[in-house]
């Protein structure tokens, strides 16, 4: 069972463009956070969101946690190529386990 | 400041050998774990740490074991490697809501 859905999966758009990716889930969390994945490289952490409704922008990706704390989203304005990469969210559960969802791939072309 | 190092980067095995995939943090975070990213099925958590001497299953454990004897040291040891085995690995060390991850191993088995 995948407790966070990622959606679109994949994602290719213009440079310039705006872009929204999502993260859903049927489970209520206390945080969620938003990470991003360059090839053979580790997810480096982008965000942290924790109160329902909560807005937290940096530089030109802004995020959103949903009001009842069940979902989020990333909105990528004027996308650059450097904002290509595999966008995960994630969330504890249970006994301090960390789950993540399986990620939206963004490939911005020039 | 080193972080969280894994070693190796890659790794090819042969089917029914065993082998330990290291990794260690100069954080002092209490809680470690281990994933594994496979295409199309995200981060998996595979075991997980609270602190030395406590340690638990996560989504995927079977075939690896663990054991956490200082707060630096969490290695991940494959016991008779099979092909499906075959996957990318991360370590994480985390405080609070933060995970920090390594570089990952890159693990074949043939």
């Known amino acids: 069972t995948q407790l966070l859905e990622q959606s679109p999966q994949f994602l290719s758009i213009q440079e310039g463009e705006n872009l929204t990716v999502y993260c859903n889930s049927s489970?209520?969390?206390?945080?969620l956070q938003w990470y991003r994945q360059e090839p053979g490289e580790g997810p480096v952490l982008l965000v942290t969101v924790v109160t329902g409704g909560e807005v937290k922008k940096l530089k030109r990706l802004t995020f959103q946690f949903g009001d009842a704390r069940k979902d989020s989203s990333l909105h990528i304005t004027a996308a650059q190529p450097g904002d290509t990469g595999l966008y995960l969210c994630?969330?504890?559960?249970?006994?301090?386990?960390?789950?993540f969802g399986k990620g939206n791939q963004v490939v911005v072309i020039p | 400041n080193a972080g969280v190092t894994q070693t190796p980067k890659f790794q090819v095995l042969k089917t029914g050998q065993s082998m330990t995939l290291q990794c260690a943090q100069d954080m002092n975070h209490e809680y470690m774990s281990w994933y594994r990213q496979d295409p199309g099925m995200g981060l998996r958590l595979i075991h997980y740490?609270?602190?030395?001497?406590?340690?638990d299953q996560g989504e995927v454990p079977n075939g690896y074991n663990v054991s956490r004897s200082t707060t630096e040291d969490f290695p991940l040891r494959l016991l008779s490697a099979a092909p499906s085995q075959t996957s990318v690995y991360f370590c994480?060390?985390?405080?609070?809501?933060?995970?920090?991850f390594g570089q990952g191993t890159r693990l074949t088995v043939v």
């Open positions: 994480a060390s985390s405080r609070g809501w933060e995970a920090f």
């Open positions: 489970s209520v969390f206390s945080s």
């Open positions: 740490s609270v602190g030395a001497g406590i340690t």
């Open positions: 994630a969330g504890f559960y249970g006994n301090n386990r960390l789950a």
